[in-house]
Nanobody
Framework: QVQLVESGGGLVQAGGSSRLACAAS????????LGWFRQAPGKEREFQAA????????NYAASVKGRFTISVDNAKDTVYLHMNSPKPEDTARYCC????????????????WGQGTQVTVSS
């Protein structure tokens, strides 16, 4: 089992920065890749980025590459999503998720999910 708890987010100024955190726990969490997804009202869940616990592998959605950075702190069992220069269209609920099966951008391949944290970007 894997448990994921997100923190961070809230109200962010466009062009500013924000950091989301995802604390992982459970017996098998280190066997999983961790990813970030977001979902805005009326829209589909959208992949943002994923990372291995070693930090040697990362994957980004084209829409955030160069603006968002995913990182891992093994001492804290935490994965971060650094949002640089967010835009109002980045407003969404951000969730972290874990997958053991593939280096996928498809949310259906992710087995464990956190509750999410709301990010609202003001212009």
């Amino acid at each position: 089992q894997v448990q994921l708890v997100e923190s961070g987010g809230g109200l962010v100024q466009a062009g500013g920065s924000s950091r989301l955190a995802c604390a992982a726990s459970g017996r098998t969490f280190r066997r999983h890749l961790l990813g970030w997804f977001r979902q805005a009202p009326g829209k589909e869940r959208e992949f943002q980025a994923a990372i291995s616990w070693s930090g040697t592998w990362t994957n980004y959605a084209a829409s955030v590459k160069g603006r968002f950075t995913i990182s891992v702190d093994n001492a804290k069992d935490t994965v971060y999503l650094h949002m640089n220069s967010p835009k109002p269209e980045d407003t969404a609920r951000y969730c972290c998720a874990a997958t053991i099966s593939s280096r996928s951008q498809d949310y259906r391949d992710y087995n464990y999910w956190g509750q999410g944290t709301q990010v609202t970007v003001s212009s």
